[in-house]
Each structure stands twice: as C-alpha cells, then as structure tokens.
C-alpha cells in the first residue's frame, strides 16, 4: 500500500518535532488546575486526517497540576524564644500556639505538594515514553505534524513560562512560610514586653506578705504583753487584797474606838458567856504533821467551873484529833486521836496566862509549858499517830463532829490572843521568849492574823496588843 503524502498538522510543526519534544523534556505535566483552572478535554486532540478508530489508540490523559518547590527548612523557634511564650500571658500564649499550628499546616502543605509533584515528574515521564512509542507506529504523515498543545493548560507542557509560573508559586508559598517563621519570634517578643504588668500583682503579692508577716509580729507582741499583763495584774490583784485586809483590820480598829495602829497579830477574840454557838474559826487548813507545838494567851472567866475547850482540832473520820480541854473539876486535858495525857496547867485566876504544848509522834512525847516554866512532860500519847490534814481548827468550842455539834458545858469562856502552831517542837529558851515577850515569834503552819481568824455567834475580835494589855490587866 503506497504511502500517502505527508498532511501538515495544525500549528505548522511536524510530528517528529513533537515527538523528540516530548523526549527532550521529561518533566512534570498534569493538571495545572490550581493555578490554571480545570480543562474540559480528557485527551490530546484529534488529528486533521486521521481516521476515526486508529488501530493504536492514545491513552486518555489525565488531569495535572504542574509545582516547582524546594525543600523548606524545619526551622522552629528556639528553647529560648519558648519559654519566652511559655511565660506570656494565656491569651498571648494561645495565639502563639495558632500561629505555631497554621506555621507547621503551611510546611506539611507544601512537603505533601513536594511528593506529588515527584509523583507526577514519574507519571509524566511513564506517559511521554508511551506517547513516543505510540506516535512511533503512526504513519509518516501524521508524524511531523507539529507540537501538541496541551488542552488543559495555556502553553505546551514543557513551556518555560509554565514552569517559571509554578516556580514563583513554590516561592511565594515558601517566602510566605519564612514570613510567618521571622514574625513569630517578633510576636512572642511583644507577647512577652507587657511582663512588667504581670509584675505589678507580684509586687503587690509580696507587699501583702510582708504586711501579713507584720501583723502576725504585732499580734504575738500583743499576746506576750498580755500574758504579762495577766500576770502582773494578778500579782496586783493580790496585793490590793492585802491591802484591802489591812484597811478592814484598821476600819475594825477604829470602829472599837482605837486609835493607835495594832499590828496584824494584835488582836484577840472575847467570848462572853458559856453556850454552844461562839466560837472562832481558823481559814487555813492544815497539813499533816508529825510534831507540832501550839501556843496562845488565855484568860478563863468560867468563875472556877472548868475552863472548857480553848480549842479544838477535827478531820474527816476522827472529831479528836487534837483537843485541849478542862471540864469541869476535872485537870486540863490533852487529846491527840482520841488519846488523853493530863496536863498540871491551871487558868483559875482569871489573868493572862502563856500556854505552849509540844507533841511528837516519835515515843508520844508531849510538854506542857505555863507562862514559860516546864510543867510537866510525858511520852506515849498517840504514839507514832500523824496528825491527818485538812481538817477544821475552832477556838472556843469542842466539836463532837467535824466543824460542829457544840456542847456548851465543853464551851470556852474568856478572851484568846497569839494563837500560833509550828510543825516542830519548840525549845525551852523559845518558849520562855514568846512568854515573856522578848522575842516574840508567828508559827511557821499557822500564824496569828487577823485575816485568818473569822468569828461566830456573838463572838467578837478586838485590837489588843498582850504584852501591854497583860501589865494593865
């Protein structure tokens, strides 16, 4: 079959010419849809000439997108620059993260843009040598036809201005991301100048510390002084007491028509009459003793009838635990839990008399002095027996149960002064010094004061001062 004369194709060019273009450039060609817009055509187009069926048919071509880029680099901010954000305030910090996040969406976008233009470099370059084994067994007339065109784009496929175009597409994008990567450390900065204002509550912060810390100083300053405050009032509050004694005992004083100042000790009690209810009561109570020695001024009025109890000492469980006592005809008596000694003391005379018993519970040994002369002694009396404290101690009155049930026969009548006890026995050359008042001496257990003995019943506690009302007597 003789061979038909060569067509000349559309556009001036000869299908050789087409075909070694096509070889010559091998780049990427698919549809240039985002920068060009979608084409309408699926293949090349058909040839001036040609039949309808050709026996080699051209493969459809698919759509492409032609992009140039380079490789970008993974620039992140510096550790420095985070924790420059990670310091700025939540709002700032979040719009840090949005540009972080947008920053890093760009570079995967154009890394993924990279791979498929790499791709469709391949496909292209897969389709152009199929294209050139295709036009290889059309006949010599259509080959030389000129250059295709390419339907879906503007230029031929290995168009420089094409590749130019997706160059400065790939650049832009790229200056775009390098934009965004210089702003951000320029936006955490500013992000960061406003720190002075995050100061401002740290500044206050630390002033309310130091206020607080303040206060706390002044409050325990103010505890301690008050703790002292406490105390000293209540050392105060004891002296006023005392001073508050003595001017009661100067009021008394005055109210019995004395007018020179008695001492605490000067004072004595007077019971008038015989009965059951006056008596004297001693406040202070007693330890336990295992020696003592009591000592006091009497003056018996009973009128030769028995001295009665000038006092008496009773504790829970024993009401005679110490009692000195004359009842009627009978000699003075001394009991010591319920034990009796007879004591050669006589009051009869109705004058001033000293009288001092010494006890110890070592062998029961007792004295009895009168006026400061020995009187007589003994031994065996309550025998190692303490004598028990807190009991009641009543002058004037003999109890049959602790701090009451008086017998006006055991009754005291007359005046008592200078009641003192020690938890010792006294000696001699004491005795004689109290009794003669040259040295005068309070009981170490119970001294005599005014503030410690209270009267009762109609008895009545008067100034007196028994060294001189003694001689005047």
């Known amino acids: 079959m003789a061979a038909s004369p060569a067509r000349a194709l559309p556009g001036g060019a000869d299908n050789a010419s087409v075909a070694s273009g096509a070889a010559a450039s091998p780049g990427p060609q698919r549809s240039l849809s985002a920068l060009h817009g ?43 620059q985070q924790g420059d954000a ?35 470099q391949d496909t292209i370059r897969e389709l152009t040598g199929k294209l050139g084994r ?17 339907t879906m784009a503007d230029g031929p496929w290995d168009s420089p201005a ?15 991301i390098d934009r965004l990567e210089q702003e951000l450390p320029a936006r955490v900065n500013l992000s960061a100048a406003p720190a002075p204002v995050s100061a401002v509550p740290t500044g206050l912060h630390s002033k309310m510390d130091q206020l607080e810390g303040q206060l706390l100083a002044q409050v325990l300053a103010l505890e301690k002084e008050r703790v002292a405050l406490s105390h000293s009032s209540r050392r105060q509050r004891q002296e006023v007491e005392k001073e508050l004694d003595v001017l009661q005992g100067r009021v008394a004083e005055l109210e019995h028509g004395s007018s020179a100042y008695s001492p605490p000790d000067a004072f004595k009690i007077s019971i008038p009459i015989r009965n059951n209810y006056m008596y004297a009561r001693v406040r202070k109570a ?29 504790v829970p469980g024993q009401a005679n635990e110490i009692v000195l ?42 004295s009895a002095y ?69 040295a005068p001496l309070l009981g170490n257990v119970l001294p005599w004061e005014d503030k410690l003995v209270e009267a009762f019943g109609g008895a009545t506690k008067a100034a007196f001062d028994v060294c001189k009302g003694r001689a005047r007597a």
């Open 286 to 314: 007693l330890p336990e003793l295992y020696a003592f020695t009591a000592c006091m001024w009497l003056r018996s009025r009973s009128s030769g009838t028995g001295q009665g109890t000038p006092f008496s000492y009773s």
């Open 134 to 150: 295709c036009e290889s067994g059309l006949p010599r007339g259509l080959q030389g036809a000129g250059p295709r065109r390419d």
């Open 325 to 366: 006592l004359e009842a009627g005809h009978e000699p003075m008596e001394l009991l010591i839990n319920d034990k009796v000694a007879q004591l050669p003391l006589s009051l009869k005379d109705n004058g001033w008399h000293h009288i001092c018993i010494a006890w110890t519970t070592r062998d029961g040994l007792w």
């Open 38 to 80: 979608a084409g309408g055509s699926a293949g090349p187009p058909a040839l001036p000439g040609a039949p309808a069926a050709s026996a080699h048919p051209l493969p459809p071509g698919p759509l492409f997108s032609r992009f140039l880029c380079t490789p970008l680099a993974a620039a992140c901010p510096s550790g420095a």
């Open 86 to 120: 990670a310091g700025a305030a939540p709002g700032e910090r979040e719009e840090l993260l949005l540009l972080q996040s947008t920053a890093e969406q760009l570079r995967q976008t154009a890394l993924q843009q990279e791979a498929r233009i790499r791709a469709d």
């Open 370 to 438: 009168q006026d400061g002369e020995l009187q007589g002694s003994g031994e065996n009396l309550a025998a190692w027996h303490p004598i028990k404290p807190h009991g009641i101690l009543i002058l004037g009155q003999e109890q049959d149960t602790l701090g009451g049930r008086f017998d006006a026969t055991q009754a005291f009548v007359g005046d008592i002064a200078q009641f003192n006890l020690w938890d010792h026995a006294l000696t001699p050359a004491q005795v004689l010094g109290i009794a003669n008042c040259t």
């Open 162 to 176: 094409l590749i130019l175009e997706l160059e400065d597409a790939v650049r832009a994008l790229r200056d775009r």
